[in-house]
């Protein structure tokens, strides 16, 4: 036993006081703490101990900053105390500083003399300071440093300390359950199956009577199972699986019968398999996967049958669909199946249940078979044919051996449903107008059903015309006020027409009421839908600040869903849900791959790149953005009606309601902050007062590259499958010179798809950047990139010659041609030329699609070209039902219009 | 018979009127009826004392509890809004008299027996109801609608008179009166 150092130690009186203080602190009792440690501190200011317990309590009444303080001062004074490390680590975890939170805990145990040392000797060290025998509460001190020492380190990732820390803990308390789980999950998440087995063996013979039907023990065994499983020990796994279940110790019986299934369709095809994967179909014929268990087990894949196994494979879905003849799912299955021959007559039953039941996804559930083109042909055939005999007076079924069971038959809606089918049919394979003309005969036929409403915005949207397609979902909204459904699709094709004020009036239908604003509530219900919309939104206008603020709000969005499973650390293993949470733990490593988070990363760094490579827009954007109210309403081509003003006068009042209403939240929250000043604020980290409202600090921040690197790094380590992420990445890194991530993030890209016109562009730009350096990176660096670089682009061709041979190959595909010009730009060509390659996607034979013609639109506005008004006149007539390329005038009279028509609308007769 | 109209109600449902669905019954009205309805019409129809109406199957005890508003029903065919019915009680000469404001069907979903239905609903509710009892039920026909005509005659209602001048914006301007007096029934009987 190492000696007290003096400082630490206390006279008796002292050290009882600080025995106290340590209790109090345990039961919350913040306030007497607080008076306590005080009474230490007027003989011992320098007691650093109490110095952090009494900055610990401050921060749990709320008082942050000075708390802090209190804490890194007592430290400094008491470098070799447990106690002033654990504090510290707690606080630290409580701000999600998780790497800074478990260097302080590891100190803890560091200067718990025996800690790692001799984990079984706790009992004999007094806890405090030697001088205070403390046997039981000591150990338990250190259970909790440990515990949350592991939690840190799952939350880390930090798998091998993990084990080691798990190991410590079962060393120390064997007869706890949780601990033998924890150690086997350790082994397990550290790849070390086999240990896992192992520890979780010699549990399960320690155990005695178990209760029946123990939930707890049921998890744990399929846990068991499933790590045997993941061995490849698939006999062992059945026994296991087997036993247990007969016992009833495993008491999910659906869960039984799918492990089961699998494992032996992992054997191998056969008859047991088979009968398994039966079963499992008689108990929920709805679910897909088990016919693709059930064919698995017969060496047929159901996606991709094989001439020969075609109609057994039939055959068989025949007797499953008698056999089990409510269900739809062995038919649709037959209808993959069958070939092309044979498709007519199982289609035509198939679309008859569908269209005379009224389901309204059937064209989506059908969809897939689109890509064999002769079925696809011949389901258009079908329902034409049934719209034709509808329409003629006849039923669509009349088949000779039919007989009409049924006189009164559901002729209208069948005839509806058929027309809603169609239009979504032809707006599928490109025939807008005709799409557009049977939905118009269907909304005549009824124009009560919102999915026609719907349907017609999605082909509006597609053909150009936001403002007709917000305008025509609006109309699906006002059918049906309480459908939520309807009501956010409306308010995201407004936001899509940048109608961005009306949008938030329609959210606020379905929002808190007593919310700041619809937005403010969204933003807490987590809405990733909202906050990118409406970020997109603001970027088209150009407002990028507030873009940059909603695509922040997501990655804070993020972020909190990363710190959501620090909990589960330890009550997962407490409840011994123990399957679930290792779902959660990979469900988190993947996180920040998911697609809206992707999007706002792309986005907002190519904002941050746009600040960079143009410094003033920021100061633009500032200074218009003031004006714009007031007298240039019409700035963007999606920017339909500026505020009038009256409709200005409702925002202001808008905004000041706003702000009493945050007024008076603040006024209650002092409020209850003085009544009660011995309430807990626990350790976490309030989310301070938002100090930048309108995003104007992102917008001006002097390291715009910086902050772009962070949003993207997430995803650096994840293998993402979306080339633009890897076009960004580059963008960034080139600019921030590091030359050695931006031909890696190439090489990535390369690998998904290497002819994309983003990726030839960068080709180029890398090549002709490297080429201009003044002097090449440092002897390991360079070396890389430059090979790199080789591989991406033959050095024995001049980059002219590069950029025509690309052009050359993709001479049909217009936004590869946009690529070769912005080629041509980065090699310098003159204006002309380049003008007169991108022109090049005018061309008959070249296929332009509306989102490349607006990204050709503004690439000629961004090198000042006098042909871009030309190309806008000829996009303006081929894409003639969009209204993206029209003037900034014309748009004002078509609004007007419309708005004419409208109130005719609403002339009422009395 | 019996059977189609068996499977007639299965498919056939009612829901009361509420802010929320108030946009089907104007969709509605603009296209079954010549005449614009007034902001009051819509108010009317959507008082609180309806609020809690909604099913065909309660509709009775939603009548027997009404007070001197409107009832107001949308009417579906295979779950898809197709017609509207609204009603509201009225005290004249000391009956009480169902007054039939608005009924019809869009019109592909006509001939099916859909508003003959959605009527003998209305006129059984009628028979059965008790606070207060009501004695008569009628509406106005525009003149020139035969066909309207036929069809509640065939439920037993007869011409009463004509209301010149009962249109103001529309013409012939005329409205034949028609009406149907009920006999209040404890049970269910045929009519």
């Known amino acids: ?910 | 018979m019996t059977s189609s109209k068996k499977a007639l109600s299965t498919k056939v449902s009612f829901a009361s009127l509420t802010q929320n669905n108030l946009g089907t019954v104007r969709k509605l009205n603009s296209v079954l009826f010549p005449i614009k309805y007034s902001e009051k019409f819509y108010s009317e129809i959507l008082l609180p004392e309806v609020e809690d109406f909604c099913k065909l199957s309660v509709c009775q005890y939603i009548l027997s509890r009404l007070p001197e508003k409107p009832i107001a029903l949308a009417v579906y065919y295979n779950d898809i809004p197709v017609g509207t019915i609204c009603c509201r009680i009225e005290t004249k000469d000391s009956i009480n008299h169902l007054y039939l404001l608005t009924m019809g069907v869009l019109a592909p979903y006509r001939s099916l027996g859909i508003g003959s239905y959605t009527l003998d609903v209305i006129l059984r509710a009628a028979a059965t109801h008790t606070k207060p009892k009501i004695g008569r039920i009628y509406l106005h026909v525009q003149v020139s609608n035969d066909s309207a005509k036929q069809f509640y005659e065939r439920h037993g209602f007869r011409e009463s008179g004509i209301d010149e001048g009962y249109y103001k914006k529309i013409t012939p301007s005329g409205a034949w009166v028609l009406e149907r007096d009920i006999q209040p029934l404890e049970s269910e009987q045929q009519d």
């Open chain 1, 1 to 910: 036993m190492t000696p007290t150092p003096a400082k630490r130690a206390l006279p008796s009186k002292e050290s009882s006081l600080f025995r106290e203080l340590l209790n109090l602190y345990e039961t919350r009792q913040l306030k007497k703490g607080q008076k306590t440690a005080d009474q230490i501190l007027k003989k011992f200011p320098e007691h650093g101990e109490t110095l952090c317990m009494k900055g610990l309590i401050l921060t749990h009444m709320g008082k942050r900053e000075e708390g802090l303080e209190l804490v890194k001062k007592g430290v400094r004074l008491d470098l070799t105390s447990h106690i002033v490390w654990h504090v510290f680590g707690l606080i630290q975890k409580g701000e999600k500083n998780y790497e800074e939170a478990l260097k302080s805990y590891t100190q803890a145990l560091r200067f718990d003399k025996v800690g790692f040392a001799c984990g079984l000797l706790f009992q004999d060290v007094g806890y405090l300071s030697s001088s205070h025998e403390r046997p039981d509460s000591n150990s338990l001190e250190n259970m909790n440093i440990l515990r949350d020492a592991a939690h840190l380190q799952t939350q880390l990732r930090l798998y091998d300390g993990l084990v080691d820390t798990r190991f410590l803990l079962l060393k120390l308390r064997p007869n706890l359950r949780q601990n033998w789980i924890g150690l086997a999950l350790a082994y397990h998440l550290n790849g070390n199956l086999a240990e896992s087995r192992r520890v979780l063996e010699q549990y399960e013979r320690s155990l005695k009577n178990v209760p029946d039907y123990d939930p707890e023990q049921s998890d744990l065994l399929l846990y068991h199972v499933k790590i045997l499983e993941d061995m490849g020990e698939l006999a062992e796994a059945l026994t296991l699986l087997d036993v247990n279940a007969k016992s009833r110790a495993i008491v999910d019986r659906v869960t039984v019968m799918e492990t089961r299934a699998r494992l032996l369709s992992r054997q191998g095809p056969g008859v047991e398999a088979e009968q398994a994967w039966r079963a499992l179909i008689q108990c929920n014929p709805d679910n897909t996967n088990y016919y693709y268990g059930f064919f698995s087990s017969k060496n047929i894949d159901p996606g991709a049958v094989t001439d020969g196994d075609r109609s057994s494979t039939l055959r068989l879905l025949q007797d499953l669909s008698m056999q089990n003849p409510r269900t739809f799912t062995p038919e649709r299955l037959e209808l993959l199946v069958v070939s092309a021959e044979g498709f007519r007559p199982l289609a035509n039953g198939y679309l008859l249940r569908g269209l005379k039941k009224g389901v309204p996804s059937l064209f989506v559930d059908l969809k897939p078979l689109y890509q064999d083109t002769q079925k696809r042909a011949i389901l258009e055939e079908l329902v034409d044919g049934y719209r034709r005999a509808l329409e003629e007076g006849r039923l669509p079924d009349e088949s000779p051996n039919d007989v009409v069971e049924e006189p009164e038959s559901d002729v209208p809606t069948t005839y509806l449903w058929t027309l809603y089918f169609l239009a979504q049919h032809f707006s599928h394979i490109g025939q807008h107008s005709r799409a557009l003309s049977l939905l118009s005969s269907a909304i005549a036929h009824t124009p009560t059903l919102p999915e026609l409403h719907t349907l017609r915005g999605r082909l509006l949207k597609r053909l150009g015309d936001l403002r007709g397609a917000s305008v025509a979902v609006n109309e699906a909204r006002l059918l049906d006020g309480q459908d939520r459904f309807l009501n956010t699709k409306s308010a995201k094709y407004k936001l899509r027409a940048g109608l961005i004020e009306e949008a938030s009036d329609t959210l606020g239908l379905f929002t808190k009421k007593d919310a700041v604003s619809p937005g403010a509530d969204l933003e807490e219900m987590q809405s990733l839908l909202y906050l990118i919309e409406e970020g997109n939104a603001h970027r088209r206008q150009g407002k990028l600040h507030l873009a940059l603020k909603k695509y922040h709000a997501v990655r804070k969005i993020f972020e909190e869903f990363e710190d959501d499973q620090y909990d589960f650390h330890g009550y997962s293993l407490r409840k011994f849900t123990i399957n679930i949470y290792l779902n959660l733990l990979s469900w988190e490593d993947r996180l920040w791959s998911h697609p809206a988070y992707i999007h706002c990363a792309i986005s907002a760094s190519q904002i941050y790149v746009q600040l960079f490579d143009n410094p003033s827009c920021a100061r633009d954007i500032l200074s218009t953005g003031k004006k714009s109210v007031l007298d240039n309403p019409n700035k963007t081509m999606f920017r339909h009606a500026g505020l009038s003003t009256e409709e200005e006068k409702k925002a202001k009042k808008r905004a000041k309601k706003a702000q009493q209403k945050q007024e008076e939240q603040k006024k209650a929250a002092a409020a209850t902050a003085a009544a009660s000043t011995n309430e807990d604020k626990g350790l976490d980290l309030t989310p301070q007062k938002d100090d930048d409202p309108d995003g104007i600090k992102l917008l001006t921040s002097p390291e715009p590259l910086e902050r772009a690197w962070k949003l993207l790094s997430p995803l650096l380590r994840l293998s993402i499958s979306n080339i633009h992420v890897w076009i960004s990445v580059y963008d960034v890194a080139v600019r921030r010179g590091k030359y050695l991530q931006a031909v890696r993030a190439l090489k990535r890209a390369k690998v998904l798809d290497a002819d994309h016109p983003e990726l030839h562009v960068r080709t180029l730009h890398l090549r002709k950047l490297y080429e201009s350096l003044p002097t090449s990176p440092s002897s390991p660096v360079g070396a890389i990139v430059t090979s790199a670089l080789d591989s991406l682009i033959t050095r024995e061709m001049t980059l002219e010659a590069y950029n025509g041979q690309y052009l050359q190959r993709h001479s049909d595909n217009a936004s590869a041609v946009l690529g070769a010009a912005r080629g041509l730009q980065i090699l310098g060509s003159p204006r002309d030329e380049i003008e007169g390659v991108v022109l090049g996607t005018l061309n008959p034979e070249v296929d332009l699609s509306l989102k490349t013609a607006l990204d050709v639109w503004s690439f000629l506005k961004d090198i000042s070209s006098p042909r871009a008004d030309e190309f806008r006149l000829a996009c303006d007539e081929n894409f003639d039902l969009s209204t993206v390329f029209k003037t900034p005038d014309q748009l004002a009279v078509m609004n007007s219009q419309q708005q004419g028509t409208l109130l005719k609308a609403q002339d009422v007769d009395d």
